[in-house]
């Protein structure tokens, strides 16, 4: 028996690759299982207009103050639209403006008549939502926005996204 020990204390020594193997698999599927990607609602791409000053540093007027012209301000060709969701987090209100909008067809109908009227001002669109309103709720309001065309042929592209303030539904 001496002999045998003595053979072996001298021999290579042997790895278990077996249970090397099973601890990397097991690891494996532990970073597989606990592994969380970002939810696909923080990847909405949208082109937002570069900024830019509304009057000059410079300007001897203030906004607002000549009361015979009824032209806007360059820079201000906002439309903004205002989404109201119910207590389920569902469409329960829109408005164009100050005007209420009884639904999604309506509002349609209503942007298409404001975009293709070449006197239109607008340029870009302001979704104003509740806070409780469900991501896709707002991506329907987006889906109507995005496929208005203005009056020169390009498709609206300045969309933006504002939160209601807290007073609001």
Known sequence: MSRLRKKRAHGDVEL??????DMAFQLL???????K???VEGQVNLRLP??????????TKDLGSDTSTNELPKGVKTLTITIFPNERGDLAALGIGEAPVSSLAALES???TIFSDPSNPFDQV????GKSLRYDELM??????????????HPLSKL????LPDGSK
């Not at 278990?16 to 193997?21: D, G, K, Q, V």
């Not at 889906?143 to 203005?150: A, F, Y």
């Not at 933006?160 to 939160?163: A, D, F, G, Y």
């Open 110 to 112: 209503k942007l298409k």
């Open 140 to 153: 329907r309001v987006v889906e109507v926005c995005t496929r208005q065309t203005l009056p020169d042929g």
């Open 37 to 39: 990607p970002a939810p």
């Open 50 to 59: 570069p900024p830019a000053p509304i009057q000059s540093a410079n300007a």
């Open 29 to 35: 599927t532990f970073f597989i299982l606990t592994f």
């Open 16 to 21: 278990n690759l077996a249970a090397m193997l």
């Open 160 to 163: 933006s996204l504002v939160e």
């Open 126 to 129: 302001i979704l104003q939502v």
